[in-house]
Every structure is written in structure tokens, then in C-alpha cells.
């Protein structure tokens, strides 16, 4: 029995709590627990979510009489149960498949979420950076980010060099050195969003092994750092509040003069934390508390932040396709027909979204056409179709005829 059953389960008999008698419930989930043979170590995990359930349930026995509709109740509430664990599938794919087009996405199981992100930061589609010219400071006032390092780092900058670009249609990236980063994006001011999901393409010069800890990426939600605090470094990911944390150890090695994809989800509802490296699970962790804040998590630090800055001196990096959200539920696209993390993966703006349709502006970044590429919804859970959907918008495409003579 997993935790997800055992939440819906008790759902389900709190949702019934108002319109049966509590004999009657009584009686149901004694009979569910013993058609399902529950230990008393699974019947005290059945009674976290709510102590209403705990002296009745873990020392329950089976009444024979309702021994005939065992299987009928399990079955009813193990339906219930998975219901929402349906993996996102997708029946057509529609729209203009030419860069910054406009697709649609028909299918079911994609979440019932907003998961319009909070901005998607490709640095020329900022208006503060298209008029700086190559080596020009991000400016902090009016532009996206509203903190650019401090006053014993370097300012974060921008390169117009072909050699720093990441994709054919990009003019700037950001660019730092030994001690450089951006942070408190302005769309997030004031917001209350209990998770995050950040993904970013991150290009270091070098190796990040010259001792220390090194952050790659700060999240908190008060810029006071009174409350909640987690940071992702190359040698673990720390989490918890000014006073005590909590450490998950792992180690995150980007691949010197390689782009790396990063990403982390942050989710307080959940109480889970997943980051990954080029597709890579690096950590994961299950027992994440929000701090009490009336503010939502936000990126308080993204690029780099060595404790030693003299370990890397020589250091520097290009920074681009900044993708913040308030959850995971993304579309991306792949070369891959069949879902595969570690492949080469996209993730798309998305303009709006239900459980049904989703539309997204295309973005092809690195991928020359979309004529061998596959489309992948990942539901607010991390579900995704295990299978890519041809972006194309056909699983089965008609081939162009041929040796057709015209007269």
C-alpha cells in the first residue's frame, strides 16, 4: 500500500464523513483493512494523515458479517485511489510548428493547475538586456532580476559572443565570473506559491572541484532569511530555516564547457524536493517543511557562489533559458520518441493549461525543425506520457508521394 492510497482512502471516508453514520463507516474501513491484510506498521502509516482514525484503526478486527462485500469495497477504494495517478496522455497535437508558434495539446490527465510559469527568462526576450551592448552589467532596477551579486562578487553581465551562445536564434546570455549571480526575480514579489520548479542551462569554464561549498542556486521566501532556506550546492543540498538544517548529500558535477542543464522542484504540499543534473536525479528528499511566511518560495540566488572566491579565481560561466514556475506540470519537447531524462529535452512556455488542452508557444532552441521531434506533458506529479507524441501532430504521419506526374 503506497502513501497515495493511503491519503485518498483517507479522503474518502472523511468526504463520506457528513452522510453516513459513523457505525457505518466504522464498519467499511474495518473491512477494507482486513480484505487488504494490513499490518499494524501499514495501519499506523494509514492513520498519519489523520489521528481521527488511530485508536479505531490500528487495533481493528474484521466483523465476519461483512465479509461478502470485502472485495467489493476494496476494490471501489482502490479505484478511487489511483484515479488520480493516471499517467497524462496525449490525442493530438495541432498548431504552428515554426519557432514561436502557437501549439495545442488535446488529451487528459495533465493536472488541474495553472502552470502558466512565472516568466520564462531566454535574455533576449527581456527588454532591459536587448539594448545593452556585449559586457554590459544586468541592470537591477527595471529589469526582471532585482539583485545582481554583491559587493564581493563580480556583477553578472552579458555576452554576445558566438562561442558563449547556446542555440542557433540567441544573440545574449548572462555571464559571470568567480563570484556571479542574479536573483529576486520581480514577477514574484509578494506571491504566496508553496512550490517551484526552476530549470536553467548553465555553461562553467571549468570543473567545480576546488573545494568548499559552491551554490548553483539559493531558494527562500523571505529576503530577510528568516524562514524558509535551501541551497543546492556542488556538494550537497541543504534545507531548513536560519537556525537548523537539514542536509541531503550528493554530489552535482557540471560538465566543464558543456552546457548542463539543472533543475529542482519544491514542493511544501508534498513535503518533497527533487533536483537534477542533465537529467539525473541528484537528490531527493520527502521530509521538506515550508517555514511559517506569509511570502511564497522565490529564487533568492541562481548562478554561482562559491564560500572561498580565491578557489576560483579562474572560474567563469554563461547562464541562459531561466524557466520559473509555481509547479512541475511543463511540456517539453525531445528528440527522444520514447521519455528519457537524459535526453536532449526543451521545455516550453506555456500559455495556458487544463486537464484536457494545453497551449505553448514552440521554441525550438537547439532542435533545427520539429519534424523528428515528440511532445511530453508532465503532470504537477512528476507523470509524464511515456511515450512522445509526435510534435508533427500525427502518431501515424502519411509519407509525401511520390512519382506523381502532372499534366
Known sequence: MTPNITTKLVSFLEATKNINRAVMRKNTLRQWIYSAKLSVVERICLCQPNRYFQREV??????????????????????????????????????????????????????????????????????????????????????????????????????????????????????????????????????????????????????IDKGGSNKFIRIWDDPSGEATRISWTQMHLTY????????????????????????????SDSKTITSWLNGKIIHNVNNFNKQPSNLGLNVALIGFDPSINSNYSNLNFAMTDIFVSPTSARVEISDSSSWNPESQREVQKVLSWSDRKVEFELNLFTFNDASELYTYVIDKNGNVNSKGFPLRGCQTCPTSPTGVLIK
Open 58 to 207: 490500528i487495533f481493528m478486527k474484521p466483523l465476519p458479517q461483512f465479509r461478502k462485500f470485502s472485495f467489493l469495497i476494496s476494490s471501489f477504494i482502490l479505484a478511487f485511489s489511483s484515479s488520480g495517478q493516471a499517467q497524462p496522455s496525449i490525442s493530438s497535437v495541432e498548431g504552428n510548428f515554426l519557432n514561436g508558434g502557437t501549439v495545442e495539446i488535446v488529451g487528459n490527465a495533465f493536472s488541474n493547475v495553472d502552470a502558466r510559469p512565472f516568466f520564462y527568462d531566454l535574455v533576449d526576450n527581456q527588454p532591459a538586456i536587448k539594448s545593452l551592448s556585449d559586457g554590459s552589467t544586468v541592470p537591477e532596477e527595471n529589469g526582471l532580476w532585482s539583485a545582481n551579486t554583491n559587493q564581493w562578487g563580480n556583477p553578472v553581465t552579458v555576452s554576445k559572443d558566438p562561442r558563449d551562445l547556446r542555440s542557433r536564434n540567441q544573440e545574449t546570455v548572462y555571464y559571470g565570473s568567480v563570484k556571479s549571480y542574479l536573483g529576486w526575480p520581480t514577477p514574484l514579489k509578494n506571491t504566496t506559491n508553496s512550490s517551484l520548479y526552476v530549470s536553467w542551462w548553465y555553461k562553467p569554464n571549468q570543473t
Open 240 to 267: 531548513g530555516h536560519k537556525d537548523s538544517s537539514e542536509v541531503n548529500w550528493s554530489t552535482a558535477q557540471p560538465r566543464a564547457n558543456q552546457w548542463n542543464r539543472f533543475e529542482i522542484s519544491v514542493d
